[in-house]
């Protein structure tokens, strides 16, 4: 018999405030497939190293905290794209404490189903008093009937995914587009990283002394792709610049030792980076059961 551990959600403080990981699920990444630029037996080494299997299951994290009397969500998980193990973002933000209608402002990192998928519940808007923002450069090529004619037959699901998940909250006039690198919200910050997607973005808080880069999809396997940064995935639109953008991110990251919180390292997904010979280690946020202490 298989259990599902869910909901589930955690309550992180970086200094005075609360960002609350939802767990949405996990999702499966088939390594030995899906990993590209990988030596031969590369990826089974990384993989032994950590006591961690070939179908590789990735955690689907999502975040919330406050901004300017804003209730504010990052990404929104599978919803029903990807069977039982995802989708449960709705039951860990109800665990939490929540409604989907508290939540303000809905940032998307990108419009891969596993972070758009949640968008949208039976039909109707997920989060009916949310503004939904995104990249224009994602909102542009993922919307695009052009770019999904153009792409190979097994990867025009993407585009459907997103017509269907994004699609309704352009009809609703509830989504706004940013280019620029700016402060889209009081303490929140956009920072493009193309590659994964053409407008893959990161968001960036500071609180006092304190920072945290909320960076969407930087590895989909932490044990390989921070081994080997490197290393890419098939899901990458431009895996060379993926790995170019991966690399520069990493090292300024591990100089600077910020907080990282990331959609695909295991939940609850926020951490620190240190270097280790060609690439770099995972350091988990030590789990606390109080407020407010020492982050």
Not at 113 to 136: E, I, K, R
Not at 243 to 268: M, N, Q, Y
Request: hydrophobic share 40%; charged share 20%; net charge negative.
């Amino acid at each position: 018999m298989e259990f599902i551990n869910l909901p589930g959600f955690y309550r992180f403080f970086l200094g005075d405030l609360e960002i609350v990981v939802l767990s949405d699920g996990t999702a499966t990444v088939y390594t030995e497939k899906m990993m590209l630029n990988a030596t031969s037996g590369e990826v089974s080494h990384y993989l032994r190293e950590s006591y961690a299997e070939a179908d590789y299951e990735a955690s689907i994290n999502t975040f919330l905290f406050r901004s300017g009397g804003q209730l504010i969500l990052i990404d929104t998980g599978a919803g029903d794209l990807m069977g039982p193990t995802a989708g449960h973002l709705t039951e860990s933000l109800r665990a939490a404490g929540y409604e989907p209608g508290d939540i303000d402002v809905v940032l998307l990192t990108h419009i891969h189903g596993d972070h758009s998928g949640g968008l949208m519940d039976n039909g109707a808007l997920a989060f009916p008093n949310a503004t939904l923002y995104v990249n224009q450069r994602d909102f542009d090529y993922w919307l695009s009937e052009e770019q999904m004619n153009g792409v190979p037959p097994a990867r025009q699901q993407s585009f459907r995914n997103a017509k269907a998940k994004v699609g309704p909250w352009k009809e609703a006039g509830r989504v706004k587009t940013f280019l620029e690198d700016l402060e889209l919200l009081p303490g929140v910050f956009s920072w493009a990283q193309p590659g994964h997607t053409p407008g893959h973005t990161y968001f960036t808080i500071k609180n006092g002394r304190h920072k945290i880069v909320f960076c969407a999809d930087i590895v989909h396997v932490a044990e390989i792709q921070l081994a080997n940064p490197d290393i890419a995935i098939t899901l990458d639109v431009d895996p060379q610049a993926a790995v170019i953008k991966r690399k520069e991110f990493l090292k300024l990251a591990a100089e600077e030792g910020f907080w990282l919180a990331a959609d695909h390292t295991s939940f609850p997904g926020i951490g620190h980076v240190r270097p280790r010979g060609n690439g770099y280690f995972w350091i988990p946020a030590k789990f606390s059961v109080r407020a407010g202490i020492n982050h």
